[in-house]
């Protein structure tokens, strides 16, 4: 039985700065999605998180990834 799952990955905006737009990547099956931005790279001190969706739909950081799922990483923006 296979204990791995298959995911792709989508940073936006300052989390593609010196890193990747989309890939795709391999982890243990009961990955969460704060696994996986832990495994990124990304800095959330410096630019936190904003919205974290999987397969289009919003989702927490404690969403354990399914086979195939399509994990989108936005940081919080500022206007004014």
């Known amino acids: 039985m296979d204990d ?4 792709t990955i989508k940073l936006f905006a300052h ?3 010196n890193n990747f737009k989309a890939e795709k990547r391999s982890y243990a099956k009961g990955t969460t999605a704060r696994d ?9 001190k410096q630019f936190p ?4 969706m999987a397969n289009g739909r919003h989702i927490n950081e404690d969403y354990i ?3 195939g799922d399509i994990l989108a990483i936005f940081p919080k923006v500022g206007g004014g």
Not at 36 to 44: E, M, P, S
Request: aromatic letters at 4%; zero cysteines; glycine letters at 8%.
């Open 4 to 7: 791995m799952i298959n995911i």
């Open 15 to 17: 989390f593609r700065v």
């Open 65 to 67: 990834l399914k086979e």
């Open 49 to 52: 998180l904003g919205i974290l």
């Open 36 to 44: 996986v931005i832990a495994d990124t790279g990304i800095d959330i």
